[in-house]
């Protein structure tokens, strides 16, 4: 079946590091990717998808490229904040299904 | 505003005391779907539901019932409670005419003691 693992957390980063969140997949076909963000006492929200090989998903200053020949799907941001100190979740879904396979979340702290 | 709702947000109940948690979506999504999230185990699917009275269970649906008998709606139901269904929940709903991408409710925390 299909499957999505990414970095155990916690992250630890200071303000303004480099981020990189680690996700790789396998599926058959050509899923969708998705990074969701779950902020202290909210609910998971989309951050960002791609829907093809070589797509490059971006917002808030994240982006993820999805790499077919890697099954990969990175999370990276160029300088961190504060508050984007939150769980991240690796997602996919395959083309034409409704039901979506999550990573287990990786925590990203940010201190000051 | 497009959002998926889910009442209550809290909650603290003894072993086998039924309890009913709502979700409500206003965006018309025919998929609607139930999450528990515990610390370590990230989100496993409980119960989906392609459209209404199409539902079918997910990843770990012992102990729980669900029903869809309108669109928008999609009750989480807990006949018989007990301690390891404390945990927070979390329905969504997606559409594929509308995109891939799932949209969360803001969870409701169940203690069950």
């Known amino acids: 079946g299909d499957s999505v693992t990414q970095m155990e957390g916690p992250v630890t980063l200071s303000e303004e590091a480099f981020l990189t969140i680690n996700c790789t997949y396998t599926?058959?076909?050509?899923?969708?990717l998705f990074w969701y963000v779950q902020y202290p006492g909210e609910g998971l929200q989309l951050l960002l998808k791609a829907t093809k090989a070589d797509d490059k998903g971006s917002n808030k200053g994240f982006e993820a490229t999805y790499r077919k020949e890697t099954t990969s799907f990175h999370l990276e941001k160029g300088s961190v904040q504060v508050s984007d100190s939150a769980v991240y979740f690796c997602?996919?879904?395959?083309?034409?299904?409704?039901?979506?396979?999550f990573g287990r979340g990786t925590s990203l702290i940010v201190h000051p | 505003e497009a959002q998926v709702t889910q009442n209550p947000r809290y909650l603290i109940t003894v072993t086998g005391k039924k309890l009913t948690v709502t979700c409500s979506q206003n965006?018309?999504?025919?998929?609607m779907s139930w999450y528990r999230q515990d610390p370590g185990l990230g989100l496993r699917q409980i119960y989906y539901s392609m459209n209404v009275e199409v539902t079918d269970k997910g990843d770990v649906p012992e102990g729980y019932k669900v029903s869809r008998k309108e669109k928008r709606n999609f009750p989480l139901i807990l006949e018989s409670p007990s301690p390891n269904q404390t945990s927070l929940y979390f329905c969504?709903?997606?559409?594929?005419?509308?995109?891939?991408?799932?949209?969360f409710g803001p969870g409701t925390r169940l203690t069950v003691t």
């Open positions: 969504a709903s997606s559409s594929q005419r509308e995109g891939p991408e799932q949209y």
């Open positions: 599926a058959t076909g050509y899923p969708s």
């Open positions: 997602a996919l879904k395959p083309g034409g299904s409704y039901i979506p396979t």
């Open positions: 965006m018309n999504h025919e998929y």
